[in-house]
């Protein structure tokens, strides 16, 4: 079997959430034929894991198996150096069932408070995962680093962008035009890897 990944393949993007499906087949920049796990009624795994890495191996592995397709997964989120790391995989769960990133925020602040750190260097992952169904996985890693700052600023992210600051700039990831963010994001960073690994 060649680790490699032709374009025109059909792939499933390990997914329930419609926009990321539609995000991921984006960054593939339409070179494959890209179906949801949602669209194939799979089962949503549980993410066990302690690490990025290691829940898109267990998303990406899942899909792969019970689609009969090779599948591509990511997970992501932000590590706070005062907070050890956390929200890091828990990042989605921080902002409870009304998906609410102000509360997310909020909490990341008072957690903050609470160290009594000024400790405020912190980074964005995003793994993906590329599983072969009953066959191997391939996994990489894409970072950003930078700094928070309270109160966020810019409406033009998602999540967490409004109190990320990335090394070097002096804009929030929500003040940022979008290109701008994906040329340094975790994501982008990721899939770069991603194609080195496989295209
Ligand atoms: P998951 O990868 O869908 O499990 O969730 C990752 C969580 O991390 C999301 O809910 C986002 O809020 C957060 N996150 C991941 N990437 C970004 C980003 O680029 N900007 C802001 N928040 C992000």
């Known amino acids: 079997m060649s680790l490699s990944l032709e374009p025109g393949l059909r792939l499933v993007a390990a997914t329930h959430n419609p926009g990321k499906a539609r995000e991921l087949a984006a960054l593939l920049e339409g070179r494959f034929d890209v ?19 290691g829940n898109a191996i267990v998303k990406a592995r899942a899909a792969a198996d019970a689609s009969g397709l090779i ?36 909490l990341v602040e008072a957690r903050l408070a609470d160290t009594e750190s000024d400790d405020i260097r912190a980074w964005f992952v995003c793994a993906l995962a590329v599983a072969w169904p009953k066959g191997p996985v391939v996994a990489v890693e894409g970072r950003v680093d930078g700094s928070l700052t309270f109160p966020g600023r810019g ?9 990320f600051i990335p090394e070097g700039g002096s804009l929030t990831f ?6 701008a963010k994906d040329a340094i994001s975790h994501r982008a960073r990721a899939f770069a890897a991603l194609k080195a690994a496989l295209f």
């Open 35 to 53: 179906v949801s796990a949602a669209a194939l009624n799979l089962a949503e795994p549980e993410e066990p894991e302690t690490t990025f890495v």
């Open 155 to 163: 409406k033009l992210g998602f999540g967490y962008d409004p109190i």
């Open 174 to 179: 929500g003040e940022m035009d979008p290109l």
């Open 71 to 106: 599948a591509l997964a990511d997970d992501s989120g932000l590590c706070v150096a005062g907070l050890d790391g956390a929200p890091g995989i828990y990042s989605a769960r921080w902002a409870g069932p009304n998906k609410d990133f102000s509360h997310a925020i909020n």
